[in-house]
């Protein structure tokens, strides 16, 4: 397999070659959990697991490494808390344990590593320290505060020129610092608020430097991919790598972002109906919510349906897509419930197609065409035929993170058993009526299905059903 990946950095798509084989490294900016996650929250996590479901079938999944980090320390954490009345504590802990319980609904596997603000502060004031003695920051008024100037890669990552957004700042925030740019790393706590011992004095860090200190402290420098949403580009990720590779002395030279990530990664913005995403239009979506509503595969499914890169638009057309496409997926496979798969792998067309920078639209196409021939050999009694199409699309879809329920799981969901058997007469009678042209008895027999709230899906070896919704 020959994996590329669009690199932000180098602007184009690169072949992946990780620095050592044995020991693939992949981090993702991971939550703030101070509330609930929206749908835009999620498609970093459901893209990401993508790429390490198919790093670990490439590499074995005990030589790869993966960290999604919590963020437990933050203004709106704090915010929360104070609002409820309640601990700093109790807030992080309920929204992360409702975070990891919304990611398993959307199939995302448990990164390797979920490191915790709140648990690497001798870290993070060990990497400010580094940074100082550098010459690359400074403290100020409590506050200690990183030179972007020092960086002379500052805003390549970003395409930003250092000169060009100095010049056009209009609005220098704190009179402290030496330019408009310059972030904090660490700064004094609020009364009331957290705060951790350091040189400079209590308090806690900036945001940029957790992420910066729990990778290095977790995985080590350099790791091979570097992952998040677009909108995390700049600032987040560009002060990450000036103070990656400044607290080891690479401030100079054009390779110097190479010390801290080789392969950098961002993922599209989410709209809903077209409108940008926001608590003032009111149309921001709870993933949650979501999750309840409806199986946590059509969530994944309608997640991916657009290449990663991509903006994505959030709609019930792509929701209801979603799951019709799924539907007939599944159906495929119930259609060949009685036949064995042969072998585990993946199409050699599903690999391409999601080895081109995790080409989603073009590796769900593959399994399309593996769920119709399956109807096909099912038809003509070619049971190889379907076995091996049936092991294809299980072990392709499960790179996807889909197809990982049984078919009378996916349709049944939910259905108690009189109403099972109910539906299977009725199906049963339906297929006598048709036979005989009958079609009086067969319209009552649709219309009695839908009142039992039943969708029914022909093929030409059968008809599977499902319920509405």
């Not at 993966?66 to 609002?83: F, G």
Request: net charge negative.
């Amino acid at each position: 397999m020959t994996l590329t990946l669009h690199d932000t950095l180098h602007r184009e798509k690169r072949v992946f070659v990780p620095r050592d084989p044995e020991r693939v490294t992949l981090y993702v900016c991971g939550p703030t959990v101070y509330d609930y996650a929206h749908i835009g929250n999620a498609r970093p996590p459901v893209v990401f697991d993508v790429l390490v479901r198919l790093l670990r079938r490439e590499y074995g999944a005990e030589n790869v490494l993966y960290a999604r980090n919590v963020t437990d320390v933050d203004d709106k954490i704090n915010a929360k808390a104070t609002k409820e009345g309640t601990p700093i504590g109790e807030v992080t802990a309920r929204y992360e344990a409702a975070y990891l319980e919304d990611m398993a609904r959307l199939n995302v596997s448990p990164p390797d590593i979920a490191p915790h603000v709140t648990d690497h502060m001798d870290a993070i004031v060990a990497q400010i320290g580094k940074i100082l003695e550098q010459g690359c920051a400074y403290v100020a008024e409590g506050h200690v505060l990183f030179d972007v100037s020092s960086y002379e890669n500052y805003g390549r990552l970003s395409g930003r020129n250092l000169d060009d957004m100095i010049a056009g700042a209009r609005v220098e925030v704190a009179p402290y610092k030496k330019n408009p740019h310059d972030f904090v790393l660490w700064k004094p706590s609020k009364q009331g608020e957290p705060a951790w011992p350091s040189p400079w004095g209590d308090g806690r860090p900036g945001w940029h430097i957790e992420c910066s200190a729990m990778i290095e402290e977790t995985l080590g420098l350099p790791i091979d991919i570097h992952g998040g949403g677009i909108d995390l580009v700049f600032p987040h990720h560009e002060n990450e790598i000036a103070q990656g590779v400044c607290a080891h002395g690479h401030a100079h030279g054009a390779d110097a972002h190479a010390e801290y990530a080789r392969y950098w990664m961002h993922n599209g913005f989410l709209t809903v109906d077209a409108e940008k995403m926001s608590k003032s239009v009111g149309n921001v979506l709870l993933l949650h919510d979501l999750v309840q509503a409806m199986p946590g595969e059509v969530v994944r499914w309608a997640l991916l349906s657009a290449h990663y890169r991509q903006p994505l638009d959030w709609n019930q057309d792509l929701l209801d897509q979603s799951r019709k496409n799924l539907d007939r997926l599944y159906g495929a496979l119930r259609r060949a419930a009685d036949v064995a798969p042969l072998g585990d792998m993946p199409s050699p067309e599903f690999v391409e197609a999601i080895s081109d920078d995790l080409n989603t639209p073009g590796a769900m196409a593959t399994l399309f065409a593996l769920s119709s021939e399956i109807e096909r050999a099912m038809t003509a009694g070619d049971l190889q035929a379907v076995g091996i199409a049936k092991a294809e699309l299980i072990a392709s879809g499960a790179i996807l993170g889909v197809l990982l329920s049984t078919p009378d799981q996916w349709f049944e969901s939910g259905v108690d058993d009189a109403l099972r058997v109910e539906v299977e007469a009725l199906l049963a009678e339906r297929v006598t009526a048709r036979a005989a042209k009958d079609w009086t008895e067969a319209d009552r027999i649709r219309d009695r299905l839908n009142a039992l709230n039943v969708v029914v899906m022909d093929s030409p070896t059968g008809a599977t059903w499902r319920l509405k919704g």
